[in-house]
C-alpha cells in the first residue's frame, strides 16, 4: 500500500485523534500568526517612524574647555570670551562633504538696540522710564529660521510673509505685535544697532515676514528683551556684521534618518581637519525614540513570545504523537515484520501530521485575518502606542509563507521526538511484550 495512502487511511479512521491535533495545531498556529502579523507591522512601524522623523545633532563651541576661553572682569562682571576656533561655513562644507546631511542651521543669539522711534511690548510699563530696557530687544540669526527651536516647538508659528532663508541679506521677521504696535508692514526697514558694550556695526534690515506667538509667556513681568513678541530674527550675514562674531554660537545638523544619529556623529569625529577639542557634539534623537521606543520594546516582546510559542509547539505535539504512538506498538511490530523501514514509518507518521496541520493552518488563518483588525488594536492599546494596523496583501503573503516554512519545521522535529523510542524498537520485542 502507498505511503500516502496509508497515512490518509490512519487520519480518517482515527477521527478523535486527528480532530484532537487539529485543535492544538490550530490554536498554536493562530497564536503564531498573530505574533508574526504584530512583529511585520511594528518593523514597518518602526521604518515609518524613521521616515516621517529626522535627526539632528548639534555642535557648539566647548566652553567647559578653559583652553578655549578668556575671562576678564569689567564694571564689576565676569566676562567669559570664546578664543577657540570659529565655528564657520569651513566646519559646515568639511561635515557636508563627508556625510549625507540634509540640511543645516547656524545659529547666533546676541542682544541688540531697535534705533528710532519704536514702542516694544511691555505688559507691565515698568521699564517704560529704563532707556536702555526699552530698546533692548532679543536678536536670533538663522541661516535658515524655519529650524529654529522656537518654530519647531511651534512656540511661534509664521502668518504672513516668508522664513530667514540661507541667500537672504539684510531680512528680518518680527512678530505681528511689535509690528501692529510701531506700525510695520512687510517691506518696511528697521535699524538694529549693537548693545553700548558689544561690538560691531549698526544695520538696516527689511521685514520679510511677521510671526504670531503661540506660547504663554511664562512671566508676565519680565522685561521687554526676554519676551517672545519682542524678538527679532535675522539671516546670518547680517548677524556677522551686528555683533562682529568670527563664527556661530552653535549650528544644527540635519539628518533624514534619525536611527543613524549616533553613527553619522562617530564618523565626523574622525574628521582630522576639524579641532574637535574646540568643540562639542550632542545628537537629538529624543522625539524619534520617544515614539520609537515603545515600538521596538513590543518586537522584542513579539521575538521572545514567537520562539516560546515554537519551543512550546514543538514540545506538545511531540509528547501527543508519543501518547498515540505508544497506543500503536502491534501496528508498528506488523510494519517492521513486513519488510517496512523505520525511516518510513516515520515518513508515515509525519504525513499523517501533514494531512491535519494544512487543515488546521488553512482554519487559523481565516480565524486570524479575519479577526485582525480588532486583535492588533486590542495589542496597540495594551502596547500603549497609537498606530493603525491594517494587513495587506505583502503581509498576508509574506507571514504565509513564514507560518508555513517555520510549522513545517515544527512539526518534522516533533515527529522525529516522537519517534525516537520507534528507533530502538524491533518485531520480535513488541509481540513478546503482547503475549
Keep these: ?192 544697532s549693537p548693545r553700548l558694550d558689544g561690538k560691531g556695526q549698526e544695520i538696516c534690515l527689511t521685514i520679510k515676514g511677521l510671526f504670531e506667538v503661540e506660547a504663554k509667556q511664562q512671566n508676565m513681568d519680565a522685561a521687554p528683551v526676554h519676551l517672545l513678541e519682542n524678538r527679532i530674527f535675522i539671516d546670518i550675514t547680517s548677524a556677522c556684521y551686528l555683533t562682529a562674531a568670527a563664527g556661530a554660537d552653535y549650528i544644527d545638523f540635519f539628518v533624514d534618518d534619525p536611527a543613524q544619529v549616533i553613527t553619522i556623529i562617530e564618523e565626523i569625529q574622525k574628521t582630522a581637519t576639524i579641532n574637535w577639542k574646540c568643540f562639542v557634539i550632542t545628537a537629538d534623537t529624543k522625539e524619534y525614540e520617544k515614539i520609537s521606543s515603545p515600538l521596538v520594546n513590543l518586537t522584542v516582546l513579539l521575538n521572545t513570545l514567537l520562539r516560546i510559542i515554537g519551543v512550546m509547539s514543538m514540545g506538545v505535539l511531540s509528547l501527543i504523537q508519543l501518547l498515540f504512538h505508544k497506543a500503536r506498538e502491534h501496528e508498528i511490530g506488523i510494519m517492521l515484520s513486513i519488510g517496512i523501514s523505520k525511516v518510513e514509518i516515520v515518513l508515515q507518521h509525519f504525513i499523517e501530521m501533514l494531512f491535519i496541520a494544512l487543515v488546521s493552518f488553512i482554519l487559523s488563518l481565516a480565524f486570524d485575518f479575519s479577526a485582525w483588525n480588532c486583535i492588533s488594536a486590542a495589542v496597540c492599546k495594551l502596547a500603549a502606542i497609537n498606530i493603525h494596523m491594517k494587513s495587506d496583501i505583502v503581509l498576508a503573503v509574506k507571514t504565509i509563507i513564514t507560518t508555513f516554512g517555520c510549522g513545517m519545521t515544527i512539526l518534522f522535529l516533533s515527529v522525529l521526538l516522537s519517534n525516537l523510542w520507534l528507533m530502538r524498537l524491533h518485531p520480535k520485542t513488541i509481540f513478546s511484550k503482547l503475549s
Excluded: H
Aim: with cysteine; charged share 25%.
Design 1 to 192: 500500500m502507498q505511503l500516502w495512502k496509508r497515512a490518509y487511511l490512519y487520519v480518517r479512521r482515527k477521527k478523535r485523534k486527528s480532530l484532537l491535533l487539529c485543535i492544538t495545531i490550530f490554536l498554536l498556529s493562530s497564536f503564531s500568526v498573530i505574533g508574526l502579523l504584530l512583529r511585520s507591522i511594528t518593523d514597518l512601524a518602526v521604518t515609518q517612524t524613521r521616515e516621517s522623523l529626522s535627526g539632528s545633532f548639534r555642535i557648539a563651541p566647548d566652553m567647559q574647555n578653559r583652553e578655549n576661553i578668556t575671562i576678564s572682569e569689567a564694571d564689576g562682571q565676569t566676562n567669559i570670551s570664546y578664543i577657540g576656533e570659529p565655528l564657520n561655513e569651513k566646519i559646515v562644507e568639511t561635515i557636508q562633504r563627508t556625510q549625507k546631511i540634509n540640511s543645516y542651521n547656524a545659529v547666533i543669539k546676541a542682544d541688540a538696540l531697535l534705533q528710532g522711534d519704536i514702542r516694544l511690548i511691555d505688559y507691565n510699563g515698568k521699564y517704560q522710564d529704563d532707556p536702555a530696557a526699552a530698546r533692548l530687544i532679543s536678536v536670533e540669526a538663522d541661516t535658515r529660521s524655519m529650524y529654529s527651536t522656537d518654530f519647531q516647538k511651534e512656540r511661534l508659528r509664521l502668518i504672513e510673509g516668508g522664513q530667514i532663508t540661507i541667500d537672504d541679506k539684510y531680512a528680518a521677521v518680527v512678530s505681528r505685535n511689535l509690528a501692529a504696535q510701531n506700525g510695520w508692514k512687510l517691506g518696511d526697514k528697521i535699524q538694529l
